[in-house]
């Protein structure tokens, strides 16, 4: 792995205080990252230090970056080559020197009350190592945000790998992340996903009633419109490794028959695509309940697989 240093390297912390690590990782968005960084710059919470890793960018990125770096409290590392969203965020915490450890996308935003309502959660919850709020979801002018409708508690015996309800702002201890093995470079997309399964496992979760984060949507995000695919594909890779992480533990795990679910979904993930057109407009899954409701006696072999279908929706 090689990156090259630049300035304001050294931090000072605070040892009163809750001190953030605040990680962004950019490739490729100088037309957001000003918006990002400036909405750092305006917490109302001053122990905060920004590590932006830039991942050879080819717009002027780093033009905008170096703009920022009177300011000591922001540094940029500029890797050597291209090592993906998740090398990007490996390489920012490892340079971390705060207590939490929070992300930051390059093309969103965070409410200027983020780190202080971060800040007093940890302070009154030491219990928790991970801990994370609800988000607004924008058009790529960050116009008519939305509050998103997944993101929420956890349910008894239940983890994110049931359900994803862990989203952005996630902010988590220093102390519970060097507890996994981190960020993975081989985990292209879905990266969110892979160091929320891991984080579960080692320590207990938070969820703040409250948006503290703005998510753009633009069409141009890893996980957006272009490449939905590979997003999959990557979230069932991070699935399949928790899975097995967690095989003969106690942590609560997906059954082998959910984890094959998974890898059939995966593999006919275009077929799906095509069935949920045609379920749509067929009302394909309103149909199947009709049946199931009207006929409760029906063979449970034939019953499984309306379910399946229906699950495909």
């Known amino acids: 792995m090689g990156f090259t240093f630049t300035r304001n390297m050294k931090s000072n912390i605070n040892s009163n205080h809750i001190t953030f690590s605040v990680l962004m990782a950019n490739y490729n968005n100088a037309d957001f990252l000003e918006e990002a960084i400036n909405s750092v710059l305006s917490q109302t919470y001053p122990h905060w230090e920004l590590i932006i890793v830039d991942d050879i960018s080819t717009d002027n990125s780093i033009e905008i970056i170096n ?22 965020l490996k390489t920012a915490a490892d340079n971390s020197s705060n207590d939490v450890l929070a992300i930051l996308d390059s093309d969103d ?70 507890q996994t093995k981190g960020f993975d470079p081989n985990q292209k997309k879905a990266v969110d996903k892979d160091i929320i399964f ?12 409250i948006p503290l984060y703005y998510y753009r949507w633009h069409g141009k995000g890893i996980s957006q ?21 967690r095989v003969n533990t106690e942590i609560p795990n997906l059954t082998i028959k959910q984890i094959y679910f998974e890898y059939y979904r995966i593999t006919f993930f275009k077929l799906t695509h095509f069935l949920k057109f045609f379920y749509n407009i067929f009302r394909v899954s309103k149909l199947i309940d009709n049946i199931l409701n009207k006929f409760p006696l029906i063979p449970i072999g034939f019953k499984e697989k309306l379910i399946f279908l229906k699950k495909l929706n």
Not at 72 to 82: A, D, P, S, V, W
Request: contains cysteine; proline residues 2%.
């Open 67 to 88: 703009s920022f770096l009177k300011d000591n409290r922001i540094k940029l590392i500029i890797h050597e080559t291209n090592m993906g969203y998740g090398g990007a």
């Open 109 to 178: 935003v965070l409410h200027k009350n983020a780190l202080e309502v971060m800040a007093s959660a940890f302070t009154h919850n030491p219990e928790f190592g991970f801990i994370y709020s609800m988000y607004w979801q924008c058009d790529s002018d960050l116009n008519h945000p939305k509050i998103v409708k997944f993101v929420g508690e956890i349910k008894p015996n239940k983890t994110n790998l049931h359900e994803i309800k862990a989203s952005h702002f996630k902010a988590f201890r220093k102390d519970a992340y060097k």
């Open 198 to 209: 891991k984080l579960e496992e080692v320590t207990k979760l938070k969820f703040v009633n």
């Open 225 to 245: 419109e272009k490449g939905r695919f590979e997003a999959e594909f990557y979230h069932y890779l991070a699935k399949l490794k928790a899975y097995k992480r």
